[in-house]
């Protein structure tokens, strides 16, 4: 345990609740050691100090949410043979076999997340960008190889005109547009 953090030592501030929490095995950052706390997984009190409201932390608090931390096993996927892929604490994939049905279920739960998650996330190849007369500004990003920020910053200049189009007003620019802003630069 890091010095001053004796039986004695019964709340901390958030320097010293980082410190001892890295001292636990847990690295975090004041922010998000902050967002923990706005979540409510971990209990703090506020006390007036001189520059005014000042996190107040409780050892054993501490302690407790660092063995829920350091204790989590995440499964991240299944293999090929049925068994549970999970990081281990230095993050390499180790498989692990879980025994009886619920190695089955969670096999055909994961390979489901992953259909979900290869699905969800469609992709156009270039190809496809050049048969459209209109692009989305991340279609956009995809077919012209121009950063994100060059096209926002060319449409906010006047130099690329885009039209809000939709619900929620997604911009499209022409492609025709975006090839003679393109020439134009050169």
């Given at each position: 345990m890091p010095a001053g953090f004796g039986a004695s030592c019964h709340s901390m501030n958030k320097a010293e609740a980082i410190e001892f929490l890295k001292a636990s095995g847990v690295k975090m950052s004041v922010r998000t050691l902050q967002r923990h706390v706005s979540k409510g997984e971990l209990a703090v009190a506020y006390v007036r100090g001189p520059k005014g409201d000042e996190t107040d932390?409780?050892?054993?608090?501490?302690?407790?949410?660092?063995?829920?931390?350091?204790?989590?096993?995440?499964?991240?996927?299944?293999?090929?043979?049925g068994a549970a892929v999970m990081p281990d604490a230095a993050g390499h994939e180790n498989a692990m076999m879980i025994a009886g049905a619920r190695s089955s279920a969670l096999t055909e739960l994961l390979a489901a997340i992953e259909a979900a998650r290869v699905?969800?996330?469609?992709?156009?190849?270039?190809?496809?960008l050049a048969h459209k007369l209109r692009l989305t500004v991340p279609e956009a990003v995809r077919y012209?190889?121009?950063?994100?920020?060059?096209?926002?910053?060319?449409?906010?200049?006047?130099?690329?005109?885009?039209?809000?189009?939709?619900?929620?007003?997604?911009?499209?620019?022409?492609?025709?547009?975006?090839?003679?802003?393109?020439?134009?630069?050169?």
């Amino acid at each position: 345990m890091p010095a001053g953090f004796g039986a004695s030592c019964h709340s901390m501030n958030k320097a010293e609740a980082i410190e001892f929490l890295k001292a636990s095995g847990v690295k975090m950052s004041v922010r998000t050691l902050q967002r923990h706390v706005s979540k409510g997984e971990l209990a703090v009190a506020y006390v007036r100090g001189p520059k005014g409201d000042e996190t107040d932390f409780e050892d054993a608090e501490l302690r407790r949410f660092a063995e829920r931390l350091t204790s989590k096993t995440y499964v991240t996927r299944a293999n090929d043979n049925g068994a549970a892929v999970m990081p281990d604490a230095a993050g390499h994939e180790n498989a692990m076999m879980i025994a009886g049905a619920r190695s089955s279920a969670l096999t055909e739960l994961l390979a489901a997340i992953e259909a979900a998650r290869v699905s969800s996330t469609p992709t156009s190849t270039i190809s496809d960008l050049a048969h459209k007369l209109r692009l989305t500004v991340p279609e956009a990003v995809r077919y012209s190889g121009l950063a994100r920020g060059e096209i926002e910053r060319a449409i906010a200049g006047g130099k690329l005109s885009a039209v809000k189009r939709g619900p929620r007003g997604a911009r499209v620019i022409r492609r025709s547009d975006l090839e003679a802003y393109e020439k134009r630069k050169a």
